[in-house]
């Protein structure tokens, strides 16, 4: 490829900030493309129109319409959309179709499988197949002309399948190549062999899909798996975690798939949206601050969320959570250790987030027991997570495995320490007694001695101090990370 020339990537993807977000994928969605554009890649990227996007707010225009897709035997009509991701030129297309009509992301109830490895319901993966069979019927009607097509997590893992099928009969398609980015292993789009047929595809000439066919527990076929087989190049989401899931603790039963890319795989750590968590713009907080005026504006945060909470206004340190409620974040031995700490300690707590009933419900629990010291919000709300960044000491995540993980950056960018366990991106990103707190075994024990290391460093206030200096000077915008993916395109173009 001449040099001269742009680097032509589309991104594709089920979440994208600010129209759509569940966690982390939404958020890399919405910032890693600004950063790729600042260094002259240029950016297409394309999601579900779904009814949960903001159509007032997000204008976006009819750019083709009845599309043919031909699936499940049928010949179905899509329609095109297209907008502008906010404060930047870079197109986002949109895939009209009923199927994403619904105000939910994801429509199917999880279901665990292979023990803590869990897939949506096949109404979703339909969804999701649907959606990537319907990016490349987009790539061939409107003659894209593309290096890369950046694929991430398992909603579009079979893309590069059908890019594969599609470049048997159109030449546009030969020298497109395929990133598959895993932002989570453990969401891996789990379904039966009928999939194949719904999709239209020809197992014959497509060796992953062939492997799931004929693998010993074979009436399934993984979508995660077939993207890390099919895709040119795979990454994932920080250094150690490409590290660590080449390992049976933390492969989700498709280590010897990843061993197998090993020379095709790599990790590169995520980076937060600066512009947008940045404490000394940021319009959701109680007051804004910056690094040196935090001591009196941040502390007016923390009485403000106490308020807000409904704590007392005390001097004690305040631990935030702000996460998806699900195993794991590590929330089976931080209840736990919580009501020990909590009683035994004048300390605070702030909870918010949604999932998994039983841990919903031990947040409950504990508030009613510890009505003064802790607050829990079950719900999704990105006005108080703001809050809860900016007015906490500390802030919590204890993760059992991590890919990357944002919370630790963006309290990191507020001055708000983490407590973090040593997993994946959290080992890459938070320094021990530098920048946070980091414990090393997934135990109830080393989980409360953090508590304890955190409350003695909130009573020892140089150290404190120094720390949340360090903490708010760490850089953590997309500019190095961008370089890396750009290395990583031009390797394949
Ligand atoms: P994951 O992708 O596993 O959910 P990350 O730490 O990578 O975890 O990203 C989580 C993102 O979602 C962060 O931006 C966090 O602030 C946000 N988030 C999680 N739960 C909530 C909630 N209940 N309300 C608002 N924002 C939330």
New binding site residues.
Partial sequence: MPNKKKLEVLFVGAELAPFV???????VMGSLPKGLVKQGVNIKMILPFYGAIDTKKYKSKLVKKNINLDIDDKQVKFDLYQTLLPGTKISVFLVKHKMFNGKDIYVGGRKYMKGRVYSRSVSDIERFVFFSKAVAETIRTMKWKLDVVHAHDWHSAILPTFIDEYSLEDKNFANIKTLFTI??LANQGISGLDIVDYGGLHQKLTPALMEDYYDKDGDKIDMMKIGILSADFVNTVSPNYAKEILTKEYGEKLETYLLRRQKHLSGIV?GIDIDFFDPSKDKLIYKKYNAKNRKVNKAFNKQALQKEMKLPQDDVPVFGL???LVN??GLDILVPVLDKILAKNDVQVVI???GQPEHEQAFKQLAKKYPEKLSANI????T??QKI?AGSDFFL?PSLF???????M?AMRYGTLPLVRATGGLKDTVKHGVTGVVFKKYTQVATKKAFEQAIRIYKNKPKFNKMISTAMHQDFSWDKSAKDYIKLYKKLA
């Fill in positions: 977000k569940v966690g982390g994928l939404g958020d932002h989570n995520n702000v996460s998806r794991q974040k918010l987030g949604t719900t999704f709300n990105i108080m997570a960044y995540m991590e890919p990357c993980g944002l919370g630790q963006i």
